[in-house]
């Protein structure tokens, strides 16, 4: 049969206002998150990780949040610009069966953001 | 650019075929990492590969391999291609036994399979 493409979530911005990312994980026992963006033909770029014994990290114009209680992660964009638009993905550290690499990450369905001028 | 190269960017070829796509870490990093990126089912991890060992697994199909170099350059070999196998392949790398998942990842190998 024809395959189904992901359906991504979007969210669509002024330039310059601030914008939020969300992320729900499914795995309770993941101790390690990060966001990624990814421009049109390009692959992901890191942007800013967070363990989890920490519920905020902040970067430059970024902020994650984590909420292990519902299993909850954020991505919080200050001032957004032009250049910010891309796909967003949350990624975790997956565990279990072939080690507990760093790199071994499930990432999300991703969420494109588009920022007008 | 993040300093890793992936070659071909394009390849088109035919069910059943065998292609090799070839990734060049950056300067110093002893792991690569290959994902596959499809419309249906997003970035997924294939394996990875450090300092020549295979580190971690996970959903690389048994008609996948993959292998890295002494010089570090690692190879994705993908047999008997399915149509199914039309993706984008992105290979990444990393510090070497660093405990992050900063991964820099080259731009991609499309592959379609026709």
């Known amino acids: 049969g024809e395959s189904v493409g992901l359906h991504l979530p979007t969210l669509s911005v002024q330039e310059g206002d601030n914008s939020i990312i969300n992320c729900a994980y499914s795995n309770s026992a993941s101790d390690y998150f990060i966001w990624y963006k990814q421009e049109s033909g390009k692959g992901p770029q890191f942007i800013i990780d967070i363990r989890s014994n920490m519920d905020k990290r902040q970067g430059q114009r970024v902020t994650v949040l984590l909420n292990k209680t519902v299993k909850h992660l954020s991505l919080q964009i200050a001032a957004t610009q032009p250049g910010d638009s891309a796909v967003y993905f949350c990624a975790e550290r997956s565990q279990g069966a072939g080690g507990t690499s760093y790199g071994k990450l499930t990432f999300g369905q991703g969420t494109i953001l588009t920022v007008h001028p | ?114």
């Open chain 2, 1 to 114: 650019d993040s300093g890793v190269t992936q070659t071909p960017k394009h390849l088109i070829t035919a069910t059943g075929q065998r292609v090799t796509l070839r990734c060049s870490p950056r300067s110093g990093d002893l792991s690569v990492y290959w994902y596959q990126q499809s419309l249906d089912q997003g970035l997924q991890f294939l394996i990875q590969y450090y300092n020549g060992e295979e580190r971690a697994k996970g959903n690389i199909l048994e008609r996948f391999s993959a292998q890295q170099f002494p010089d570090l350059h690692s190879e994705l070999n993908l047999s008997s291609l399915e149509l199914g196998d039309s993706a984008l392949y992105f290979c990444a790398s990393s510090v070497a036994g660093g405990d992050t998942g900063e991964l820099f990842f080259g731009e991609g190998s499309r592959l379609t399979v026709l």
